[in-house]
């Protein structure tokens, strides 16, 4: 099924009534200041070594697609300490002047069945539309240098994870540094942070001693994104503990494109770790177990991606 076709019947799915406008940054509905953790400074595009072995997958699954607890063997891999950000995306376009599936208007031809106006540059932005209730928008001219879409700006947004990026771009983005995206195994084992048998990526419990260990929704969700967390809508990566392995926001802030089909028909893909807009009362797929379907060429503003490497960088 086509990601826009998706999207239309995400949002006619997902009709709610509210007076919430649309953005990533919405704030504390009090007015209040966020308390923010301190971010991890981005020194370069480090990775984290995970060790060849065996490990538990599937701790914690709590709905049927993510499957039992089953250990499988991996070679070592390296994969990134970080969410790809804005900057390092921008450096692969700067340098390759690669144009990313949401600037392009789809090919007629490969879509009979859509409404003509749906065939336009543009990809999904999160923010309750005051007018429909609808929770998701296809945004024309939202990409990942317009995140809400024209007249948005990364700007000052460098460091936070790139978005509005569909499988093949965040594979492109990989293939560029002579890198891959994970795999699932890859990519739970790395969540797991060499913590077996644990629901969350740093234990049993969400929030251990009170603290929050990821960037998810908090408030009445998808309208009141209170940020008691520390952030309303994304965050710089590397703002919150990171796990056993060094590496951060495997939980939150971005979904990650992996580079596993969802099922053998292969029809969507898979991302992994949840978002910003997890929440407890509705989507609860912050755990490295969880799994989320995607359409490989679907894009939107809360979803990135990391990659990883399967020989030993050359600096170690
Ligand atoms: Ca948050
Ligand atoms: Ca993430």
């Known amino acids: 099924m086509s990601s826009r076709i998706s999207l239309v019947l995400a949002v006619v799915c997902a009709v709610l009534s509210t007076t919430h406008a649309n953005g990533q940054d919405s704030g504390r509905a009090d007015g209040a200041e966020l308390e923010r953790p301190d971010c991890a400074p981005r020194i370069d595009r480090a990775r984290v070594h995970v060790p060849a072995g065996s490990y538990t997958l599937g701790a914690g699954a709590r709905y049927a697609e993510e499957g039992g607890e089953r250990v499988v063997e991996t070679d070592e891999f390296w994969i990134d300490r970080f969410e790809v950000t804005n900057a390092e995306f921008a450096a692969f376009v700067d340098a390759t002047d690669y144009v990313t599936v949401a600037e392009r208007a789809p090919d007629p031809a490969d879509h009979p069945d859509i409404d003509p106006v749906l065939l336009t540059p543009g990809s999904a932005v999160f923010g309750a ?3 429909t209730g609808f929770w998701w928008s296809f945004v024309e001219g939202a990409d990942w240098r317009a995140p809400v879409g024209p007249g948005s700006d990364i700007a000052a947004r460098a460091d936070y994870p790139v978005v509005h990026v569909a499988y093949e771009d965040a594979a492109a983005f990989a293939a560029w540094l002579g890198a891959d995206l994970p795999s699932e195994t ?20 969400f929030r251990p001693d009170g603290e929050w260990r990821a960037n998810v929704w908090q408030g009445a969700f998808p309208v009141i994104d209170t940020g008691e967390d520390g952030f309303a809508g994304l965050a710089p990566a590397g703002c919150y503990m990171p796990n056993d392995y060094g590496a951060y926001d495997m939980i939150g802030n971005v979904w990650e494109w992996t580079q596993s089909p969802f099922d053998e028909t292969g029809r969507t893909g898979v991302i992994r770790g949840g978002s910003y807009l997890c929440s407890s009362s509705y989507c609860a797929r912050f755990r490295p177990a969880a799994r989320q379907p995607q359409e490989w060429d679907f894009s939107a503003s809360h979803i990135g991606f990391r990659t990883v490497i399967r020989t030993a960088p050359t600096d170690e």
């Open 129 to 131: 539309d005051p007018e």
């Open 186 to 205: 890859e990519w739970e084992i790395a969540a797991r942070g060499g913590l077996e048998g644990a629901t969350y990526g740093w234990g049993e419990r």
